[in-house]
């Protein structure tokens, strides 16, 4: 039941979004022996209990804007814990009670609060009437709003930045340096045996092939990419980092085949055809899928996307001793599959922009954490690493991308965080 009622609602709302996250970081905690080390199962706790610490400390009935500000961000958090793929694996399926003993799966109940809470508040946030100075919001990912408490730009980049969401690549900064974040992939435990199996199988297939393929005149470029998927296979990696380079594969393949034997070319398009098998028995794949099929975009954004990706390389290339050689390489080859997608265009344009997405909130993350430390004074190794992420024009660099890629991603991943983000970026950089 929907009530009419706005305060209401709200009211409602927050105790079904507090129980809800208390029963999903229940069943967080009865998986921990299954909690791996690239840290998915701990993000899942930790994202249910910064949903209930939001709910219980900043609920103001008296204020139905701030109300609804911090019910949108709560519900930014569980599409979070929706897109996680330890959730994905481990809790999607386990049954679920809400407040009133009606039972559901985890995901369909999740599915259910995100699209009702958020049509809800589309249809019946109130207008707000003349908003002083003081009251202007930022807006974030997903059109969650936080206050600008002050004029202070490293606060504001900090605080319209999302986290990083489920895609092809996550990167992290690890001792000052940038690197492709490590993600393993959580498969359901019924499916465990088969995937095992197969991905062993498809590991000696691509050394295999790897071999074959040194033995011909091929394109350097196509052994380059089948050595990663060989490399992404054996590390039990993202599957959606290995279905998008797998369509780098096909495409390069079709540019190529005519440089290949028969023998060559028929092991090629079976390799292809068991990683595309592979990756259809994890959750986050169809996921992926199911998103990237809801992504509206135009022609010209396919030819953006790529421009403006391939543009940031240099400067990503050039920073040297502050970002692994791993990160410009990995991001390359996710954007050659939007050269020629042909019927898989949006599930490539769609990963190819949450990819530059997740390297941009990493890097204003990462420089707003710094630039704001040393402004209250931290000095020695922090001053340093953001000295350096200035002096080398990374910084300036992922301020263009992002406001040259925003109408894109806008379209694409509903990303409208982006533009002022790097408008932010460049004016405090003119200052």
């Known amino acids: 039941m929907l009530h ?19 029963q999903i970081g229940n069943a967080a905690m009865a998986t921990l022996k299954h909690w791996p080390q690239t840290g998915e199962g701990r993000q899942v706790k930790a994202l249910t209990e910064q949903i209930t610490r939001l709910m219980d400390s900043t609920f103001d009935r008296r204020d139905i804007h701030h109300t609804f500000d911090n019910l949108e961000h709560a519900i930014e958090l569980f599409k979070q814990v929706r897109d996680n793929t330890f959730f994905e694996g481990f809790i999607s399926q386990v049954r679920y009670k809400d407040r009133h003993g009606r039972e559901e799966i985890f995901s369909n109940a999740l599915d259910s609060t995100i699209n009702k809470s958020r049509n809800y508040i589309a249809a019946n946030r109130p207008p707000k009437v003349a908003p002083s100075r ?11 709003s936080l206050p600008a408490t002050n004029d202070d730009p490293w606060q504001r980049l900090d605080e319209i930045t999302p986290a990083q969401q489920s895609g092809p690549l996550q990167f992290e900064f690890r001792s000052g340096v940038l690197y492709v974040k490590p993600q393993t992939s959580q498969a359901r435990q019924l499916d465990l045996d088969s995937i095992l199996k197969a991905r062993a199988s498809l590991g000696r297939d691509a050394s295999e092939l790897v071999a ?9 470029r196509l052994i380059e990419v089948v050595s990663e998927v060989e490399q992404v296979i054996t590390s039990g990696a993202d599957v959606i980092r290995l279905g998008l380079i797998n369509f780098t594969c096909e495409q390069l393949f ?6 290949l034997p028969d023998v060559a070319a028929a092991r090629f398009l079976g390799f292809s ?32 996307a790529y421009d403006v990706g391939r543009s940031l390389l240099p400067a990503l290339r050039d920073a040297k001793g502050l970002v692994d050689p791993e990160v410009p390489k990995s991001i390359e080859l996710i954007l050659e599959a939007l050269r020629n997608p042909k019927l898989s265009a949006k599930r490539v344009l769609y990963g190819a922009v949450k990819t530059l997405e997740n390297l941009l ?10 630039l704001r430390a ?4 931290v000095q020695g ?51």
């Open 134 to 144: 003081a009251s202007e919001t930022v807006q974030s990912f997903g059109s969650a």
């Open 273 to 304: 055809t068991g990683i595309g098998l592979y990756v259809g028995q994890f959750p986050e794949w169809h996921r992926f899928i199911e998103n990237a099929a809801s992504a509206n975009f135009e022609k010209s954004d396919m030819e953006v």
């Open 4 to 22: 009419k009622n706005p305060q209401t609602w709200a009211r409602v709302t927050r105790f079904d979004l507090i129980h809800l996250s208390n």
């Open 374 to 377: 040393t402004s209250d004074g």
């Open 381 to 431: 190794g922090i001053k340093k690493a953001a000295t350096a992420l200035v002096a080398t024009g990374l910084l300036y660099a992922a301020a263009h991308t992002a406001v040259q890629l925003s109408p894109t991603a806008e379209r694409v991943a509903n990303a409208n965080w982006l533009k002022m983000a790097g408008d932010i970026v460049k004016s405090a950089l003119s200052e």
């Open 361 to 370: 909130a990493t890097v204003f993350k990462e420089v707003s954490g710094l």
């Open 212 to 220: 074959t393929l040194q033995e011909t005149n091929v394109d350097r």
């Open 254 to 259: 079709s540019k190529f085949a005519d440089q």
